[in-house]
């Protein structure tokens, strides 16, 4: 069975520029996050999708990030502008959908963003 | 609203020793409780997860964890530290589908 698939792995811009992630979750998954994790931090939820609706975004600095998953399968991550603070890894993850109990995330490489 | 605490951000082993990391947990709710290993430049992969049923808990590469209501800790052991244990742990409690990481903890391991 086929992982998390991210990409790209890795990506340098300069503030105020924008960027996109991509992340094609786990065939049947229904449950899709995104994370940030900053240098020697645990991840942070930034935004939880159940199919393409958006179950959770109360952390996603709406300003400057967006996030979509339109046929309920893969999903893009955007900042724009990016600033110096969003350098980190954006981490995506997939889970199947249950009606009770809760499931294991599975999580893609990353991407490692650095603002300069 | 839950909350996880791993204490020691950095442990060191030596190659045989037994290995703990600590994992203290804040819920709400009855708790689902999770160790991911992260290896350098990848993504978080699953060590083990506890759902309510036994509360000794085994995962892969042998490691275990034992879920303690009353001392509301997870910690992580391993009998034997192998070189290819170095690495970044993070604990992490769930409730509704929705997971809370701890800071982690990166563990060495010496020759």
């Known amino acids: 069975e086929a992982g998390v698939a991210q990409s790209p792995r890795y990506k340098i811009i300069e503030k105020r520029q924008s960027v996109a992630f991509w992340c094609n979750p786990i065939s049947g998954h229904a449950t899709l996050y995104w994370y940030q994790q900053i240098l020697g931090q645990g991840p942070k939820l930034l935004i939880q999708?159940?199919?393409?609706?958006?179950?959770?975004d109360s952390q996603l600095p709406k300003d400057r990030f967006s996030a979509e998953r339109l046929k309920g399968v893969d999903s893009t991550l955007k900042i724009q502008p990016a600033k110096l603070e969003d350098s980190a890894v954006y981490l995506c993850?997939?889970?199947?959908?249950?009606?009770?109990?809760?499931?294991?995330?599975?999580f893609g490489p990353g991407t490692r963003l650095t603002v300069t | 609203a839950q909350s996880v605490t791993q204490l020691g951000s950095h442990v060191s082993v030596s190659e045989g020793a037994l290995v703990l990391l600590r994992c203290n947990y804040s819920s709400s709710v009855p708790p689902y409780l999770f160790w991911y290993v992260q290896y350098p430049n990848q993504g978080l992969q699953l060590l083990l997860k506890?759902?309510?049923?036994?509360?000794l808990v085994k995962g892969i590469n042998g490691f275990e964890a034992e879920f303690k209501k009353s001392e509301t800790s997870f910690h992580l052991t391993k009998p034997s530290a192998h070189m290819s244990d170095a690495a970044e742990y993070f604990c992490?409690?769930?409730?509704?589908?929705?997971?809370?990481f701890g800071g982690g903890t990166r563990l060495m391991v010496k020759p």
């Open positions: 506890y759902t309510s049923a036994a509360t």
């Open positions: 993850a997939s889970s199947p959908h249950g009606t009770s109990g809760i499931f294991a995330q599975y």
């Open positions: 992490a409690v769930g409730a509704g589908n929705m997971l809370t």
């Open positions: 999708f159940q199919n393409n609706g958006v179950v959770d």
